[in-house]
Nanobody, 125 residues
Framework: QVQLVESGGGLVQPERSLRLSCAASGRILSLNTMGWYRQAPGKERELVASITTDGNTNYGDSAKGRFTVSRDNARKTVYLHMNTLKPEDTAVYYC???????????????????WGKGTLVTVSS
């Protein structure tokens, strides 16, 4: 089985920075685009940022200019560097990956959207 495990969330004051990490593990055949989504209470899940294996990035409007997504392909890890955090950035941040993996029966399966369980980021003074 495959796991996407997020870390780095927590309580942070406005205007401060935070770095989230998401590490993929398991019988991964290929790890393609990885990214971050977030969901605030009462709101729909939205794209924060994504990055391809070649390093091409895409950002949601809320992240442009303040957040940076990066990845370490060797470590199968994607990062989200968040600067100048605002209270409205408070949300559960989910890691997402387009990947292929082997099942327990050695069958290759590809999923365009494989999700982590999320990490809570709270921006408050």
């Amino acid at each position: 089985q495959v796991q996407l495990v997020e870390s780095g969330g927590g309580l942070v004051q406005p205007e401060r920075s935070l770095r989230l990490s998401c590490a993929a593990s398991g019988r991964i055949l290929s790890l393609n685009t990885m990214g971050w989504y977030r969901q605030a209470p009462g709101k729909e899940r939205e794209l924060v940022a994504s990055i391809t294996t070649d390093g091409n990035t895409n950002y949601g409007d809320s992240a442009k200019g303040r957040f940076t997504v990066s990845r370490d392909n060797a470590r199968k890890t994607v990062y989200l560097h968040m600067n100048t955090l605002k209270p409205e950035d408070t949300a559960v941040y989910y890691c997402n990956a387009d990947l292929c993996y082997y099942t327990t029966h050695d069958t290759p399966i590809c999923q365009r959207e494989y999700w982590g369980k999320g990490t809570l980021v709270t921006v408050s003074s």
